[in-house]
């Protein structure tokens, strides 16, 4: 007996180790605080790692991002014990990127540094081939603006133009207007015609008779295309002529203001055919805007 003992020990002993489990390790969280950072900055990504194993053991943690291996750090656990593991990670690119730790994925969006840039909006080249005033019933001349940006900003519009009528006439009870694509008013103020040149009768050499006005906004916002409305009432003899540029980039067209008050597109183009601007697909008002969008910082 006493020889068969030392085998009997042995063989218990190999038996228990054969049936202690390796070390098994997940990780079983990913998150990013935060998960949203512009070019530059910096978000922080904490995972736990825990040991389901039945032995202790060392783990490699290693973060990915977009399949590229960025940082590791090493871990040891005893069986059932949980560690939090952290890393830091810099957006130097903008754009959508996954992130992966072990099993687990997350998705980091960096967005690009953005800067305000000046741009100005216009459909013609700077002559007038007529200045014209309205036609009843129309009441109002519009442009309708392809907005640039989604973030879009109006700081001044520019309109090229000039009040025909004897000495000291004035041109009263008019509006300038900023209108959206749903032709609803975002912004109104009063339109004066004292700021154009005056002139008593137009020479031959017309292109020379206006003068372009340029008139501040109160940094007004648009999202999506919009319109710019110019409301000098009923037409008359005397009053505002706006500068016409001959063109086929059509963005012009004419308004109708409702007794009550209410300013529409009019449905026909009111000038007579005998003339140049009788085509509505020749006409572009001379009105620019100049504003502000956001672009991508270089």
Known sequence: MAVLLPALIVTALTA?????????????????????????????IRTEVTNNGGTGAEYGVTLYMDGKKISAKSVKLDPGFTQSVNFSLSGDEA??????VGERSALLT?????????????????????????????????????CPANDFT?????????????PGFHVTNSELQIWDADQKVL???PFSGDQFPLRTRLGANIDSTGDWVDID??????????????????PAGQGFRIGAFDSTNIHSDVSIRS???????????PYSPAYWFGDKTRVNWMIRVAGNTMVPQE
């Not at 080249?125 to 442009?143: E, F, N, Q």
């Open 154 to 166: 109006i700081s001044k519009v520019s309109v090229f133009g000039l009040v025909y009528g004897s």
């Open 16 to 44: 228990c180790q054969a049936s202690t489990p390796p070390a098994k390790f997940e990780v079983i969280s990913l998150d990013l605080s935060p998960a949203e950072i512009a070019v530059g900055e910096t978000t922080n």
């Open 259 to 269: 007794d009550n008050g209410i300013d529409s597109l009019a449905a026909d183009w």
């Open 95 to 100: 754009g959508a990127h996954k992130i992966v």
């Open 217 to 234: 906004i109160p940094d007004v916002k648009v999202d999506g295309d919009f319109y710019v409305h110019i409301f000098t009432g009923i």
């Open 187 to 189: 912004y109104t103020m």
């Open 110 to 146: 960096v967005t690009a540094t953005l800067t305000a840039r000046q741009i100005e909006l216009s459909y013609d080249d700077g002559v007038a081939k007529d200045y014209l005033s309205l036609v009843k019933p129309c009441t109002g001349y519009t442009v309708n603006f392809i």
